[in-house]
């Protein structure tokens, strides 16, 4: 409840501007007893109980069944996406990518988690660019994020943020990949704990976010969803119907 860096990934009116850090301050100050600050966590935060047996939770030992250590984007084709998070303290930054595998199926993976920081990171992410051509690069959004958002976009003009919403619609399009069978990682135990450490939950709008109740590190699992879920949306965005159609 205290971890303002992590407000905006419960709270989507914070997200999306409609609301202001200084009001949600104003509102968690009131919270003076045990029942205020549930309803605090409930009614702002999006918190709500936990439905056991829903069958709607994405466990470790599912995450486990799409390991494949040898996956990776196909020789030749340009991964799909590059996500970027900076740590809510400023003490280091990680960074995802998704793509193509040979097979059809969607690579997604954790490659870069480290103390990179500022124009450091900036100028890592151009490097990659330059290097693997992503067709997307999205930075995480956050209060930290924000001077590396506007550093690399004037770098790269097409960067975009990755907003509570986005994740949001990662989580869900994970659900559904879950489904399909049509992704693979490498099976990163950083990712890995991270998913046990702050699994995905539904909001209060019947939305999904992470579960950062016990003070886990998401981002490792976050941005590698995210990753996924962009290289996915671009990929559809790439299809054009009137080519399947003579």
């Known amino acids: 409840l205290d971890r303002e860096d992590l407000w905006h990934l419960g709270c989507h009116s914070l997200a999306r501007g409609r609301t202001t850090y200084r009001k949600i301050r104003s509102e968690r100050r009131a ?9 605090f966590g409930r009614e702002t935060m999006g918190w709500h109980e936990q439905v056991t047996g829903s069958g709607e939770s994405i466990d470790v ?4 069944r799409f390991e494949d250590r040898t996956s990776a984007v196909a020789d030749g084709r340009r991964p799909d996406a590059l996500v970027v998070a900076v740590r809510p303290d400023q003490s280091g930054s990680l960074i995802a990518v998704a793509g193509p595998r040979s097979d059809g199926k969607r690579h997604a993976a954790l490659i870069r988690n480290g103390e990179l920081t500022g124009d ?31 550093a690399l ?67 490792p699992i976050l941005v590698v969803v995210v990753a996924r879920w962009a290289a996915v949306t671009e990929a559809s965005k790439a299809y054009d119907p009137g080519r399947s159609f003579g």
């Open 31 to 39: 919270s003076t007893t045990i029942a205020l600050a549930v309803e």
């Open 61 to 64: 030992d599912v995450w486990d």
């Open 120 to 150: 450091a990171l900036v100028d890592e992410v151009v490097a990659l660019r330059r290097k693997h051509h992503p067709r997307r690069i999205l930075v995480v959004s956050g209060p930290a994020s924000d001077d590396v958002f506007e």
């Open 153 to 219: 976009r004037r770098k790269v003009r097409t960067t975009e943020r990755a907003t509570s919403g986005d994740v949001a619609a990662a989580v869900a399009s994970l659900r559904s990949g879950i489904r399909k069978d049509d992704f693979r990682h490498r099976g990163d135990r950083t990712v890995r704990a991270s998913l046990e450490a702050a699994p995905p939950r539904r909001t209060s709008d019947g939305g999904w976010t992470f579960d950062t109740r016990a003070g886990g590190d998401v981002l």
